[in-house]
């Protein structure tokens, strides 16, 4: 589940970073863009103010030359004396504004306003020219050379602004000498000069008159920038003039600003780009890298949105598989459950009529009284006793398989056992097929109950045989075998390392699929009913299984079957099995035992049978019965006792008795398996155990070994 979580927030994460690592991205290109016009920008604005600079300082040296020149012409002479001279002057003048280019003229006055001679017209105009800037600004006594407002000419109405300078006599003003220069001359140059739209060239007088624009201005605009445009900020800051950015007042674009001071005169040289046209600019370098990157992350987005979608999906469908395996197994569990119980009902039912059938019928024969009938009355108690026998092996076949038997394992030479086997294998298997017992020289021992392996052993055996009704080839082998990690992660239940294999091949008819995949089942048979029980595999899965073991089928249809158990190692100091047969032993006359039994019919079974061995047998219902006759007998030599009895347990009972009578010997007798005493299926280490149902011969052999430990 964290897993999952973790999944889909690393796919959100991916999500988040694939709009976000293109967004930084794409901003700093931005930024670094943005700068980098923005240098541009300064760049190319000082590069105009060069150009407009040279220009102006070029023409208006020109000009204060011409000025100079013709202030020469008029120094020292009287106004009467320029008058009468008026032609030659004019003709002078004429020659000198023929080197300042196109449109221009030269204009004398005297310091009423009177125009005394004219480049342009002669006779001049006899018109009083004294609310002129330039006259006023000179009487007011300006020193050198004074730029001078835009006004129409009276020739031919045409825009001009004056460039003047006074002429003096002892230190008054005699006359003033102009050149009227039309702006359109600086608009050409500056039309010339805008390689793109945005851009605005103009010449300023530093108190914000403008001289000369490009672009025109709109009508209506002032012709001055007042003290708080940005202009004329930056001039009263920076009198060499600076950078700005500014609405214009003029058009009402705004615009980055350069603004420098033409050197020696108040006079301002400006140029300026507007910023939609740098934002146009930037916009335009940065626009491409959104063609490719926009599509681009939409589409990692969407891809991480589809997988997004496809792994919640994804887990939906894991989570809804899960459910509905589950909900098969269950489903096959109740089968093999309903089998299983149809199983025993079945078996059960046929040795019950057993049974019940040679009872009634010894029944019968007593109340019917013939004498002599004893033999065949014997007879049918022995049927009802090999009917019970029957029970006695089903159910612990059903405990096998369930793994609830009480193992007594011991350690066992594999070798040795199967040889031992052999014969009684033969025997089993017929003379039809052939049997081959393979050891292994170094074979690891393992710890396992002898008999339930031998039971297995021959389980395998007898199902080999029935593969092979035409004869054949038994093979039985072992060896060391080690399970890895890798083998051992497909089974829960079971630990890599050393086993050791037995592996019992046949060359039967083998087994489809299905067949092995339910082989283990109780009760699965594909035997004919009477042939088989479906209960020897069964046996053999549960027994390895409780010993910690391993088992496992391998079939092919025609070819034959392998079986492979797998025991583990027994690997503390080696302690050789001893294989000696029980011996019937019998009580010498003075032992005493104590049965504690709350099945009054066991009990009874049970003292009956020890005191026929010879023993002294004390009975008691219960523990607090038991002790109670400890105290008043003299001596207990042994302790039989049920585990489950109601009130104190079997195990409370030996403790408390073991108290009075520290020797005494303890033996348990247990129908269950699953109870206090057992651990795991194995017996405690130094606690005695025998199984019930009790038979005579194991219930002597036991009592006396115990006794003579
Ligand atoms: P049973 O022998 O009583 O049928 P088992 O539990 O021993 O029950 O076996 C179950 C089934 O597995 C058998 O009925 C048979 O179909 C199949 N089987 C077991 N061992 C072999 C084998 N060596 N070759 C072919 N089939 C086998
Ligand atoms: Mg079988």
Not at 10 to 24: D, E, K, Q, R, Y
Request: glycine letters at 8%; hydrophobic letters at 40%; proline letters at 4%.
């Amino acid at each position: 589940m964290q897993a999952r979580t973790l999944t889909i927030r690393l796919i959100w994460l991916a999500m988040g970073a694939s709009l976000l690592v293109p967004l930084l991205l794409f901003s700093l290109a931005s930024w670094i863009s943005y700068r980098h016009i923005e240098d541009i920008t300064v760049e190319r604005l000082q590069r105009s103010l060069d150009i407009e600079e040279e220009e102006a300082q070029k023409d208006f040296l020109l000009v204060k030359h011409a000025l100079d020149d013709a202030s020469a012409l008029v120094d020292q002479r009287s106004a009467i004396d320029i008058l009468a001279d008026q032609e030659r002057l004019h003709e002078q003048l004429e020659t000198l504004v023929a080197n300042l280019g196109p449109a221009r003229s030269i204009w004398i006055y005297d310091v009423l306003g009177n125009a005394l001679v004219s480049s342009a017209v002669q006779p001049p105009p006899q018109e009083n020219f004294s609310d002129l800037d330039f006259i006023r600004a000179h009487e007011a006594g300006e020193p050198g050379v004074y730029y001078g407002r835009v006004y129409p000419s009276p020739v031919n109405s045409s825009p001009y602004f004056s460039v003047s300078r006074g002429v003096r006599r002892k230190g008054s003003l005699e006359y003033v000498v102009v050149v009227w220069t039309p702006p359109s001359s600086f608009f050409r140059f500056y039309a010339a000069m805008a390689y793109a739209s945005g851009l605005q060239y103009g010449l300023i007088r530093n108190d914000g008159y403008i001289l000369a624009r490009y672009p025109v201005a709109p009508p209506n605009a002032p012709d001055r920038l007042n003290e708080d445009t940005g202009f004329r900020r930056t001039i009263a800051e920076r009198p060499e003039g600076g950078l700005f950015s500014t609405k214009s007042a003029i058009d009402g674009i705004t615009r980055r600003f350069a603004a420098r001071q033409l050197d020696g005169a108040p006079l301002y040289v400006q140029a300026g780009i507007a910023t939609s046209a740098i934002r146009d600019e930037w916009i335009g370098q940065m626009a491409p890298h959104l063609i490719f990157g926009i599509p681009a992350t939409l589409l990692l987005f969407l891809t991480l949105f589809a997988v997004l979608r496809r792994t919640e999906r994804l887990y939906a469908e894991m989570d809804q598989r899960a459910i509905a395996e589950e909900s098969l197994r269950q489903a096959q569990k109740m089968e093999a459950i309903g089998q299983l119980t149809g199983g025993v009902a079945h078996d059960f039912n046929n040795i019950l009529t057993i049974i019940l059938g040679n009872l009634e019928m010894a029944k019968r024969q007593l109340t019917e009284g013939k004498e002599g009938e004893r033999s065949k009355l014997a007879q049918r108690v022995e049927s009802a006793i090999q009917g019970a026998v029957r029970a006695a092996t089903l159910v612990k076949r059903l405990l096998a398989f369930s793994r609830q038997q009480t193992l007594d394992p011991t350690v066992l030479d594999i070798n040795r056992l199967l040889c031992g086997l052999a014969d009684f294998l033969q025997r089993a298997i017929g003379e039809t097929i052939s049997l081959e017992v393979v050891g292994a020289a170094g074979l690891w021992q393992v710890e396992a109950d002898q008999t339930e392996l031998e039971a297995a052993i021959l389980n395998l055996a007898i199902n080999a045989r029935d593969a092979m009704p035409e004869g054949g080839k038994l093979t039985i082998e072992a060896a060391n075998a080690y399970l890895d990690d890798a083998y051992c992660r497909q089974y829960s239940d079971l630990r890599p390392g050393q086993y050791v294999l037995i592996s019992v091949s046949d060359t039967g008819t083998g087994m489809p699929k299905e067949v092995v995949e339910r082989a283990f089942e109780p009760f699965f048979t594909t035997k004919q009913a009477g042939q088989g029980t479906g209960l020897g595999l069964s046996q053999v899965y549960g027994f390895v299984k409780q010993s910690g073991g391993h088992v496992k089928i391998y079939s092919e249809v025609g070819e034959g079957t392998t079986i492979r158990i797998y025991l583990r190692r027994f690997v503390a100091g080696p302690a050789p099995a001893l294989e000696t047969a029980p011996e019937v032993g019998r009580g010498r006359g003075a032992e005493t035992v104590l049965v504690a039994e709350d099945d009054g019919e066991v009990r009874a079974y049970v003292v009956e049978t020890l005191e026929r061995l010879g023993y002294q047998v004390l009975g008691a219902s219960g523990a607090d019965e038991a002790l109670e006759v400890m105290h008043n007998s003299d001596r207990v030599d042994l302790l039989l006792t049920d585990v489950v009895m109601p009130g104190a347990s079997g195990r409370k009972l030996a403790e408390e008795a073991k108290r009075l009578q520290p020797d005494l010997k303890v033996l348990f007798m247990t129908g269950y398996s699953r109870n206090a005493i057992v651990h795991q299926g194995r017996l405690d280490p130094g606690v005695d155990l025998i199984q019930k149902p009790l038979t005579g011969d194991a219930l002597a052999a036991t009592v006396r070994k115990l006794l003579d430990g």
